[in-house]
């Protein structure tokens, strides 16, 4: 397992801008997918975003494909997600996780990912309207 530590979250108007991190410790981060995932107050966690172990593939749920990018930098430790355009609906708190499963969980069935090994305390993201 690796340790995870998210950081950026804040207060802004819809249609802003936010980029959240998520920094890693130990050797296995950078062997590791990195997904982000986000809960509102009353509802189930979802997917967000995902970025394979080398950064070089990214993956994204339908709701925030165009808005949102993440990226990874082996050399830092660091996952990122720039999320561009943001509305309402996207107020919660967003977690990062790490896994070695966590690629083929994201693809085939993300309802699996309260499975997954690592887990960040998450940051708060509030968009208001």
């Known amino acids: 397992q690796v340790q995870l530590v998210e950081s950026g979250g804040g207060l802004v108007q819809a249609g802003g801008s936010l980029r959240l991190s998520c920094a890693g410790s130990?050797?296995?981060?950078?062997?590791?997918?990195v997904g982000w995932f986000r809960q509102a107050p009353g509802k189930e966690r979802e997917f967000v975003a995902a970025?394979?172990?080398?950064?070089?593939?990214?993956h994204y749920a339908d709701s925030v494909k165009g808005r949102f990018n993440i990226s990874k930098d082996n050399a830092k430790n660091t996952v990122y997600l720039q999320m561009n355009n943001l509305q309402p609906e996207d107020t919660a708190v967003y977690y990062c996780a790490a896994d070695p499963r966590l690629w083929a969980i994201v693809n085939d069935d993300p309802d699996r990912a309260p499975i997954l090994g690592s887990w960040g305390q998450g940051t708060q993201v509030t968009v208001s309207s």
């Open positions: 970025v394979s172990w080398s950064g070089h593939t990214p």
């Open positions: 130990g050797r296995s981060f950078s062997n590791y997918a």
